[in-house]
């Protein structure tokens, strides 16, 4: 399909490359191969090679309910098993029938020297040999499903070359290693085709969440046996501004409080940075007994999970009702991080799934309450259990129980129908997030992930456990017509992640594009601009004795030294800072929920549809704060005064959120502050003088960070520091009413409340009047900022609208 040679990554060795987009039928697909190389080529030993068991029951799955419909098609059925070391008379009838023979294998069958297939030393060996050997011989076709987990290690190859394939085929959506590629399908192809659902991307985040004491372990580092750790936290600067940002390294000890200058983290003091024997991952605790672990989120998660299942069971309901209709059962996939959280004493998920159920579901059925046997007839899960059938996080022990086990994976064309069937009557599944590939179902119409935990799995292999298209109760695919409305469409998966649309969205395109580029993607030149020459530059006082003594007049009126003194109104003051913050307007604490269907992905981005946003409002958890000693210390102001503002104002804005109260209140008031010392400031000339000191001399300057001025200006070249200096001086260069000018130097400082203040020219102009003829000169001293406006906040910080007001006096 129009793949280049660069693309096909050509190669001498037997194999082949089928790279197919999640959910788009790969197993069928290859399935369908083995019927077409025996029908066409008479090749009739095929080995399907999977990463897991979970897959292996995909492919068997697959091969059961696609058997009479492929007969029909072909008029034969392959011979089709699991292999089990315990029936070997399988593997025996593999090797000896001429029959087209299936065999699905793991890995894990094969990959060691004592397994079954390779012991030589044996009762029931094959012909005296290994039965890997016997196989060998028979030169199967070896089909890998998602090769990329574990069958390109070195032990692996090694294992694999034993089975002497006839040649090789790689089928995946994300292949690691490629060769010989012969057809893809691409994210944007499926999607454009319809050959997958569509996606709504349904997200849950936290807004205005200032006041509460979230932490995120961000990083940790052991520095021969020093352990530091950079913390995520709610830092206050010294303007009282409040950011969310990575701490410097810390280590045990350290005071959070006092690192992010935050009075709500004081309690928080690092008593140890250790990292788990059995999980491996670092944590921080906390001499409160607050721990935190890495990558995860210490915020109102409990919050967030009840948004994203209340959401979840409203969209499972909304589209439940439509599909029934159509005869396509609605199921819902739960992706969780701790089976604690579901299966244990205190199980916070499946508690909170069940209250939203019971909230939730009266309003889609007649206000009738759903019965305690219905709630728990709804729910299918599928965790790991260790041999003692112990659940278990460990991704590596992806085992169950019987019943479900049957009724999630191996029957799972009863999930599929209505009854009265234990899987018949599953509709909601909850699965370890470290599930990865291997399962996925045609009929999973939404999917949340709950966790406190920012998720390693990628985008595509999350959301492709619910893309591919769904079938009816007679395994029909049931496909929308290619411009249906999205009121209309059948085929539409809704995606609840645990971070926010844009989080999302970017790290899924990521993921495309680190497989398939984008059409400008390609070797391409790149210049890093890293600083421009520099040259050795003379800069020359002007010859020009107009312009000398000029300057010299304009200096002696310009170097006069100053002190000066501030009077202000306290009682002004505090009336004013009354009225300002009894004006504060707090936004309240909320989680917002928002909808966005991604109507197309090419290769230049995701192309989406806002459908809508709610907010709901959460409880925020923070520690008290003193608001008097908080804004006397932020402000300057004195305990009394402060006291007399706080006093008067309203506590509800307060109260919604204090740390963020504080900062607005704190910049408030010492805005207030400043423009009453500019009222109340007043200049005192001394009897010091700046020196005249101006002399040639020689820098070492970029060619843009200077500007001749041989006209007009007192050196015949001047330093700029910005393009819109450059401009200003070239204009001044040619004015004929400027006599002289100068950038100021950096030693001319004029003295304000809130710092030093360096003007940028020194001008003087001279101005002939028409009807007599009389000269008169001016001296200015001008400011160049990109505007005319004192009070523009976007040309200007507030340091400089003071301190140029200050010198306005």
Wanted: with cysteine.
């Amino acid at each position: 399909n129009s793949i280049s040679e660069t693309v096909a990554e050509l190669t001498e060795e037997q194999e082949l490359t089928i790279e197919m987009e999640t959910g788009t039928g790969k197993t069928l697909v290859y399935i369908k191969s083995v019927y077409e190389l025996f029908k066409n080529y008479g090749f009739t030993k095929f080995i399907i090679l999977v990463p897991s068991v979970a897959i292996r029951q995909g492919v068997l799955s697959t091969l059961s309910t696609f058997e009479k419909q492929l007969e029909d098609i072909y008029g034969f059925t392959p011979n089709y098993f699991e292999y089990n070391s315990k029936k070997l008379n399988r593997v025996t009838h593999f090797i000896e029938e001429q029959h087209p023979q299936i065999m699905i294998m793991t890995l894990a069958s094969f990959n060691s020297e004592d397994k079954i297939l390779n012991q030589a030393k044996r009762e029931d060996l094959f012909a005296n040999i290994p039965f890997i050997d016997a196989i060998g011989r028979t030169n199967p076709i070896i089909i890998m499903d998602e090769p990329q987990e574990g069958m390109d290690t070195d032990n692996s190859i090694k294992q694999i070359s034993k089975l002497k394939p006839l040649f090789k085929i790689r089928y995946s959506a994300t292949h690691k290693i490629s060769k010989n590629k012969i057809y893809r399908l691409t994210p944007y192809d499926s999607y454009q085709q319809g050959l997958v659902k569509k996606i709504e991307v349904l997200t849950v985040a936290e807004k205005n969440d200032e006041a509460t004491l979230k932490l995120e372990l961000a990083e940790v580092k052991n520095d021969r046996g020093q352990i530091r750790a950079k913390i995520k936290a709610w830092h206050q600067s010294s303007a009282g501004k409040i950011e969310f940002k990575n701490s410097k390294w810390l280590k045990d000890g350290d005071n959070l409080g006092e690192i992010t200058n935050n009075p709500s983290y004081l309690n928080y003091r690092i008593q140890q940075i250790k990292k788990s024997l059995r999980t491996q991952k670092w944590s921080v605790i906390f001499t409160n007994g607050v721990e935190i672990f890495e990558k995860q989120s210490s915020g109102n998660i409990q919050g967030i999970w009840d948004l994203q299942l209340e959401w979840l069971i409203i969209r499972h309901f909304t589209k439940k009702q439509s599909l029934r209709e159509k005869g396509i059962k609605c199921l819902s996939l739960i992706f969780i991080d701790k089976v604690a959280n579901y299966i244990s004493e205190e199980p916070v998920i499946k508690n909170l799934f069940i209250k939203k159920y019971k909230e939730i579901y009266p309003e889609f059925h007649k206000n009738e309450q759903p019965t305690a046997e219905h709630i728990d007839a709804i729910q299918g899960y599928y965790f790991a259990q260790t041999g003692k059938g112990e659940y278990t996080d460990n991704e590596n022990s992806m085992r169950k129980n019987v019943d479900i086990y049957d009724a999630i994976l191996k029957d799972k064309e009863e999930l599929l129908s209505f009854g009265d069937s234990v899987a018949n009557k599953i509709e909601f599944i909850f699965s370890h997030s470290a599930l990865g590939v291997g399962w996925d179902n045609p009929n999973v119409f939404n999917i949340a992930t709950l966790s406190n935990s920012y998720s390693e799995i990628k985008k595509r292999q999350e959301i492709g456990r619910g893309l591919r298209i769904c079938v009816n109760t007679d395994g029909q695919r049931i496909y929308d017509p290619l411009n249906v409305s999205d009121d209309e469409r059948i085929n539409q998966l809704t995606v609840i992640p645990n971070e926010t649309y844009e989080t999302f969205v970017t790290q899924y395109q990521e993921e495309i594009k680190e497989v398939y580029g984008s059409k400008d993607s390609g070797a391409k030149m790149t210049h890093t601009h890293k600083g421009e020459k520099q040259n050795l530059v003379h800069f020359k006082r002007s010859k020009s004795e107009t312009i000398n003594q000029a300057f010299k007049r304009f200096w002696k009126s310009l170097a006069r030294k100053t002190n000066y003194t501030v009077s202000f109104d306290e009682n002004a003051l505090i009336q004013r800072s009354i009225e300002a913050l009894n004006a504060i307007e707090i936004a309240d604490y909320v989680a917002e929920v928002s909808s966005r269907s991604i109507g197309s992905i090419t290769e230049d981005g995701i192309i989406d549809e806002f459908g809508g946003t709610e907010s709901y409002k959460l409880k925020a958890h923070y520690s008290a704060l003193d608001l008097v000693e908080e804004i006397s210390e932020n402000t300057g102001l004195s305990y009394t005064t402060t006291f007399k503002i706080v006093d008067k104002i309203n506590y509800d804005s307060f109260a919604k959120n204090p740390p963020l109260f504080i900062q607005i209140a704190s910049s408030l008031i010492h805005n207030i502050e400043l423009e009453e010392m500019v009222r109340g400031l007043d200049y005192h000339l001394t009897d010091e003088t700046f020196p005249f000191e101006f002399e040639d001399f020689v820098k070492q300057v970029e060619d843009k960070q200077y500007r001749d001025t041989p006209k007009r200006g007192f050196y015949d070249r001047m330093l700029v520091d910005s393009d819109i200096e450059r401009s200003f001086a070239l204009g001044l260069d040619e004015d004929d009413e400027v006599v002289c000018f100068m950038k100021l130097p950096a030693y001319y400082q004029i003295p304000t409340p809130i710092g030093n203040y360096n003007p940028d020219f020194g001008i003087v102009m001279k101005r002939k009047q028409l009807r007599d003829g009389k000269e008169s000169e001016f001296y200015f001293v001008v400011e160049t900022k990109g505007t005319n406006d004192i009070n523009d906040k976007k040309a200007l910080t507030e340091s400089e609208i003071y301190k140029i007001k200050c010198a306005l006096k």
